[in-house]
C-alpha cells in the first residue's frame, strides 16, 4: 500500500514537473522586467531588444555595459539581440510579442516602421521626457522619421547611408571618371553602361540587391526621389498616381535592365562585392566599411549615389529606440532610452559600427566623418536625405514593394506589376482607416 | 479498475492539457476570429464582422493563385514522391552486404532540417553559371541556364523536385517496412505456380503493401498541403506569386501584415480542404 502511495506520488511529481517545465518554458523567454524585479528589490532591471546587427553589436555592448556602470545599484539594463535573417524576422517576433504582451521595455525598431508601430499603439510617445537642448541636438531627418501625428516616439540609436562603391582595379582599367561632388554624381544610364563594359560570365557588373526585404526599398527608394517619383503621396495615404506614376514606371524600367541583360544577380551573395565578384555595389550602408579590412584582395572605392533624375538623392533611416506599450516604469526605461542614445552614444556606434551617428553634436570634433569615404556619407546625410515614405501601412508597402520589384528583376512588365502595387497598398490604407474607426 | 482508469487519466494529463491548448482550442479561437476584423497588434480593439472575410476571400487574386498553386504541389509532388520512395523501398528491400549504406543514404536529408536544405538548393538552384551547382553543370555540357527559382514557369517545379528530394526518405523507410511484412512464403508460391517478376509485383507485392501506401499518400498528401518553408526561404512566394501556398498567404497575412482574422479565415478555408482531401483519399482507396 506504501509502495503503491509512493508511486502515485512519484508519477504525480513527474507530471507536475512535465507540466511545470512546459509553463517555463513561456515564462523564461518572457523578456518583461516583472520576473527579474524580484531578484533585488532596490535595482531595476530593464530589458531591451535590437537586431542581430554584427557591425553594431560590439558598440551596443560596451554601451549597455557603461551604463550598467553608471547606474550600478540603480538600474540594470539587459540586452537581447534577436536576428533579422534576410527579411522580417525581428518583426515577426515583435509582432507576436506585441499580441502576447512580452514586449521589452525598450524596444529597437527600424525606422521607418515607426508609423505603424505608433499607430497601433505598440511604442509610446515619449515627446514629454525629451529636452528642447536634445531635440534641438537631433538630424532633421532622424526627428522627422520618429515623429508621428506631432509626437516623438523614439529616438535614433544611429543613422543610415548607402554610398556606391566600386572596384578600382577594374575602374582604372577602364579608365571610368570618378565623381567628386553629389552635383557630379553617375547618372543611371551612366552606370548601366559601365556595368555593361565590365561585366564578365565571372564578375557581375553591379550588385543590387542586399536582401530581399527591407533592404530593396531602402536601396531603391533615392532613385525613385531622385527621378521625382515619390512612393506614396506626402501623408502616405496614397499610392495611385505615385508608386506607379510614369516617372516611377520608367525608373523600375532602368533597374529592370540590369537584370534582365545578366548585369547583376538576382541571388548575389552576401559578399559579392568583398570577394570581387561584383565591380560595383550600389546599395549597403556606411557599416559595411569597417568590414572591408576583412577581404585584404578588395581594392574598393567609393563615392556618392547614382542619381536616376537631375539631382541625387540619399536615402537615410535607421534604427531607433523606443519605449514599448508592455512597459511598466516608462520613468525608468527613458532613463535608458537618453543613455542609449545621447551624443556620445550615437558617436561610439559611428566610430565602431560605422554607422552616421544621429545626433548633430557627434559630428563636432569628430574626424572621421571629415573623411575619406565618410565624408561623402555625411554630406549626403545632412544635404541630400529623403526618409522612406512614412505610413501606418509601411509593413505591407515594404514587403510588397520588395516582392513587386523583384517579379519585375525577373522579367515583370514594370508598369504592370507597379499598378497592381498601387491597388494593393491604397486597399490595406483604406482597410487600417476603418479598423480604426 | 477504477484506480487503474485514474491513472490512465492521470497519465494522459499533461499531453491532453496540451492538446486542447494549441489544438482544440487554437483551432476554436481562429474559427471565431475569421468573422472579425482583428488586427494581431491591437487585439483589444477586434470587432465582428460577419462574413466579411470569407466574401473578400473569393475575390482576393492571391489567395485563389495560392489555392491553385497548393494543389498543382500537390498533384505533383504525392506521386512523384511516393513513387520514387517505392521505387527506392523495392532497391533496398534486399538483404545484400552493404545495402544498410543505401538505406541510411536515400533517408539522410531528412536529417537535415528543412530550412537549411532549402537555402542550400538556394545555391544550387543560382542562376548564374559562376554561382549556381545545376547551372554550372549546363554550362559545361553546353546547355542554356534555367532561372530555376527566379522564373514563373520554373519556380514551382523548382522546389517541387527538390521536395520530393528531401521527403523520399521517409516515405522509403515505411513502404520497406511495409515490403518486408509480406511474406516470403507468397512469393515461394508463386514462383512454383509459375508466375514472373511482374505478375508477382502486381498480385503479391502491390496488395500486401495497400494499407501502408494508403497511409503514405494520405500523409505526404497533408505534408503537401502545408508547403511553407521552401517558398518561405526561397522565393518568398514569387516570382509573381508562383510560389504562393495557403499556408505562406496565411502566414503573410496573419504575421507580416497583422490581419489575423483575414488569417484565420484563410486557416478555416485550408481545414476544410485539408479534410475533405484526407476523407477522400481514404473513400477511394477503400473503395479500391
Redesign the interface.
Known amino acids: 500500500m506504501i509502495m503503491k502511495k509512493r508511486k502515485?506520488a512519484l508519477?504525480?511529481a513527474l507530471?507536475a514537473s512535465?507540466?511545470l517545465s512546459?509553463l517555463g518554458c513561456g515564462s523564461g523567454s518572457t523578456p518583461s522586467s516583472e520576473s527579474a524585479k524580484d531578484n533585488s528589490k532596490s535595482v531595476k532591471e530593464l530589458t531591451m531588444w535590437y537586431q542581430e546587427n554584427r557591425a553594431m553589436i560590439p558598440a551596443i555592448e560596451q554601451r549597455v555595459a557603461d551604463f550598467n556602470k553608471t547606474y550600478e545599484g540603480q538600474y540594470h539594463l539587459n540586452i537581447e539581440f534577436i536576428p533579422r535573417g534576410s527579411?522580417?524576422a525581428y518583426?515577426?517576433k515583435v509582432?507576436?510579442a506585441?499580441?502576447a504582451g512580452i514586449l521589452p521595455d525598450l524596444l529597437a525598431l527600424d525606422g521607418p516602421n515607426l508609423s505603424n508601430y505608433a499607430a497601433?499603439?505598440?511604442i509610446i510617445p515619449i515627446t514629454d521626457y525629451i529636452s528642447d537642448e536634445s531635440k534641438e541636438d537631433m538630424l532633421p531627418s532622424s526627428l522627422l522619421q520618429n515623429t508621428y501625428q506631432n509626437q516623438i516616439y523614439a529616438v535614433s540609436i544611429n543613422e543610415a547611408v548607402s554610398l556606391f562603391y566600386y572596384d578600382k582595379t577594374i575602374f582604372e582599367e577602364h579608365g571610368f571618371r570618378i565623381p567628386e561632388n553629389p552635383d557630379d554624381a553617375y547618372t543611371l544610364d551612366e552606370v548601366y553602361e559601365m556595368a555593361k563594359e565590365v561585366a564578365t560570365?565571372?564578375v557581375?557588373g553591379i550588385k543590387i540587391i542586399m536582401d530581399?526585404g527591407e533592404g530593396l526599398i531602402y536601396g531603391l527608394s533615392p532613385f525613385f526621389y531622385s527621378a521625382d517619383a515619390p512612393l506614396l503621396s506626402e501623408d502616405g495615404s496614397k499610392a495611385e498616381g505615385y508608386v506607379n506614376s510614369p516617372a516611377s514606371v520608367e525608373t523600375a524600367s532602368v533597374l529592370q535592365r540590369f537584370f534582365t541583360e545578366?548585369l547583376a544577380?538576382?541571388?548575389p551573395?552576401p559578399t559579392e562585392y568583398q570577394d570581387g565578384?561584383a565591380a560595383m555595389w550600389i546599395a549597403g550602408n556606411t557599416g559595411v566599411i569597417k568590414q572591408f579590412k576583412d577581404f585584404p584582395d578588395l581594392n574598393w572605392g567609393a563615392t556618392y549615389l547614382p542619381k536616376a533624375g537631375d539631382h541625387m538623392v540619399s536615402n537615410c533611416g535607421s534604427w531607433t529606440l523606443g519605449i514599448s506599450k508592455d512597459c511598466k516604469d516608462p520613468d525608468s526605461a527613458y532613463v535608458a532610452l537618453e543613455f542609449m542614445t545621447n551624443s556620445d552614444s550615437t558617436r561610439l556606434y559611428g566610430d565602431l559600427g560605422g554607422y552616421p551617428p544621429a545626433r548633430k553634436s557627434a559630428y563636432e570634433n569628430n574626424s572621421l566623418w571629415d573623411e575619406y569615404p565618410y565624408n561623402m556619407a555625411k554630406e549626403q546625410l545632412f544635404e541630400a536625405a529623403i526618409p522612406r515614405p512614412k505610413t501606418p501601412v509601411y509593413?505591407?508597402l515594404s514587403?510588397k514593394f520588395?516582392?513587386t520589384m523583384?517579379?519585375i528583376f525577373?522579367?515583370?512588365d514594370p508598369k504592370e506589376s507597379l499598378d497592381a502595387l498601387a491597388i494593393y497598398i491604397d486597399e490595406?490604407y483604406a482597410?487600417f482607416q476603418?479598423?480604426m474607426k | 479498475m477504477r484506480r487503474k482508469q485514474h491513472y490512465a487519466w492521470f497519465f494522459i494529463f499533461p499531453g491532453l492539457i496540451l492538446l486542447l491548448m494549441f489544438t482544440v482550442l487554437a483551432a476554436i479561437l481562429a474559427f471565431c476570429f475569421s468573422f472579425m476584423d482583428f488586427n494581431l497588434l491591437r487585439p483589444q480593439d477586434a470587432s465582428f464582422i460577419g462574413a466579411d472575410n470569407y466574401i473578400r476571400l473569393f475575390k482576393d487574386t492571391s489567395f485563389l493563385k495560392a489555392m491553385k498553386n497548393t494543389f498543382y504541389f500537390a498533384v505533383i509532388v504525392v506521386p512523384y514522391q511516393v513513387g520514387l520512395a517505392f521505387g527506392l523501398a523495392l532497391l533496398v528491400r534486399e538483404n545484400v552486404k552493404g545495402i544498410g549504406i543505401f538505406r541510411s543514404a536515400y533517408f539522410s536529408p531528412l536529417v537535415t532540417s528543412m530550412s537549411v536544405i532549402a537555402i542550400l538548393w538556394t545555391f544550387i538552384y543560382n542562376p548564374n553559371p559562376t554561382q549556381g551547382l545545376l547551372n554550372a553543370v549546363f554550362a559545361k555540357a553546353g546547355l542554356p541556364s534555367c532561372d530555376f527559382l527566379r522564373s514563373a514557369d520554373t519556380a514551382m517545379n523548382s522546389i517541387i523536385f527538390m521536395s520530393g528530394w528531401h521527403g523520399a526518405g521517409y516515405q522509403m523507410m515505411i513502404l520497406l517496412a511495409g515490403l518486408q511484412a509480406i511474406p516470403e512464403d507468397l512469393y515461394e508460391a508463386a514462383s512454383i505456380d509459375g508466375a514472373g517478376a511482374i505478375k508477382k509485383f502486381v498480385y503479391i507485392t502491390v496488395p500486401g503493401i495497400k494499407n501502408v501506401l494508403v497511409f503514405v499518400v494520405m500523409m505526404t498528401t497533408i505534408s503537401a498541403m502545408k508547403l511553407f518553408t521552401q517558398p518561405y526561404i526561397m522565393t518568398n512566394g514569387g516570382p509573381k506569386e508562383s510560389t504562393m501556398t495557403l499556408t505562406y498567404y496565411l502566414y503573410r497575412q496573419g504575421f507580416q501584415y497583422r490581419n489575423m482574422g483575414y488569417a484565420s479565415a484563410v486557416s478555416v478555408i485550408f481545414f476544410v480542404v485539408v479534410v475533405g482531401i484526407s476523407t477522400g483519399i481514404k473513400k477511394i482507396m477503400k473503395a479500391r
Open positions: 502515485s508519477s504525480f507530471a512535465m507540466a512546459l527579411s522580417y518583426e515577426d509582432n507576436s506585441a499580441s497601433n499603439g505598440i560570365p565571372e557581375a530581399k545578366k544577380n538576382i541571388d551573395t565578384k509593413t505591407v514587403s520588395a516582392e523583384l517579379d525577373t522579367g515583370s490595406e482597410r476603418s479598423s
